[in-house]
């Protein structure tokens, strides 16, 4: 299932009209203003879907991510289409949502793709790359730049279609229980880290973990792992990880634009008639933009709120650990490359498409920014 099919093809496009109309209709009214209301009521669903996420439920950003995804497929369907939504640990582990769309016991998933790794190692580069694309050049990527039609092949024999639905931006370094001075200072260091971060992280002489958000706080203050990422100061404040370590550390290097996903299980989609599959897309396109504003909106604020009321200790990466985590970076991705056709091709379209864009992320982004 490809976005451009649905732009290029009539029925597309009048699934787009769909997108509007089943939210409201407007009527002139003899002052000349429009009077816009629902266009019906809601009818019985047509079809009752699980989505089930790896977060857990209602928590800021991602949790109640999935509930807008889930909302906005509802609403747009006119209720034809109803989501009910299971958080990580109600209906299967928060590690498994990708396994149970595939299966068929929920047809939707909410989570990263990083964690399916082990069953597909070039998940982890649609997620994003350590020192790679920013969150706009991401979804450029994807949606511009052939990045999505190179991700849902990867899933297809796994009967699953991925879209994008949301990104953190540009995240935090993580919380440390001890400082970061140079690189010998991560030699031993335990730390929860998903993706290729982790690996990169292995050889630094670190040692990773992958362990649900849920997990983080009482893990970290008990000494099970010495560090961990989440997110950025919007989620961490809410974990309350400032009451577990001393140290901030900034920027996330490992997660410069990470890309969230819903997979949706395509036997399930299959059964949709066209304009019910494309209010899913659209829908999906919706919920990414939200989720990046989102983040971008709130995070500022929490931020503020950490160091002014909870006197938390904002470090940044030594540059020589940042030079030594950025060449073992490019380690990681040739292994990958080399041991996965899927991988290779993936990072070798994401490399071009950044040959393309970077000059002018430079002239604009950058400069633009070091002048403010």
Not at 135 to 161: C, D, M, P, R
Request: net charge negative; glycine share 12%.
């Amino acid at each position: 299932m490809k976005r451009r099919n649905f732009i290029n093809q009539t029925g597309g496009l009048a699934a787009l009209g769909l997108v509007g109309s089943a939210l409201s209709a407007c009527r002139p009214q003899q002052s000349g203003q429009s009077e816009c209301g629902p266009l019906s009521e809601p009818g019985k669903p047509e079809f009752k879907w699980k989505m089930v996420t790896a977060w857990p439920r209602d928590f800021p950003g991602l949790g109640t991510g999935a509930n807008k995804l889930a909302d906005y497929i509802q609403r747009l369907s006119g209720g034809r289409i109803a989501v009910k939504i299971y958080g990580g640990g109600e209906l299967i582990p928060p590690f498994e949502v990708f396994d149970a769309v595939s299966r068929g016991t929920a047809e939707l998933g909410h989570g990263a793709s990083y964690y399916w790794k082990g069953k597909i190692p070039a998940a982890q580069i649609f997620a994003g790359v350590p020192f790679g694309l920013t969150s706009q050049e991401q979804n450029a990527w994807l949606y511009y730049g052939g990045g999505l039609e190179l991700w849902q092949e990867a899933y297809a024999e796994f009967g699953v279609i991925p879209f994008p639905v949301g990104s953190s931006g540009t995240q935090m370094g993580g919380w440390f229980n001890r400082e970061i001075n140079s690189v010998d200072d991560l030699v031993g260091l335990k730390m929860r880290i998903p993706g290729l971060g982790a690996e990169v992280l292995k050889r630094a002489g670190g040692t990773p973990t992958t362990i649900p958000g849920a997990e983080l706080f009482t893990a970290l203050q008990t000494g099970t792992i010495d560090a961990t990422e989440w997110i950025g100061p919007y989620n961490d404040l809410a974990f309350g990880l400032f009451r577990a370590a001393k140290y901030y550390y900034y920027p996330g290097w490992h997660e410069p634009g990470t890309t969230l996903e819903l997979t949706v299980n395509s036997a399930a989609f299959s059964e949709l008639p066209e304009d019910l599959q494309a209010i899913v897309e659209i829908a999906s396109q919706a919920a990414n933009m939200d989720m990046l504003s989102e983040f971008t909106a709130r995070s500022g604020p929490s931020l503020q709120r950490l160091i002014d009321e909870h006197r938390v200790e904002l470090r940044q990466f030594p540059a020589a650990v940042l030079k030594k985590l950025s060449g073992l970076t490019a380690e990681v991705i040739a292994d990958l490359a080399a041991s996965d056709d899927h991988s290779a091709r993936a990072h070798q379209s994401m490399t071009d498409f950044y040959q393309q864009v970077r000059d002018w992320t430079a002239i604009s982004d950058y400069n633009y920014l070091t002048s403010r």
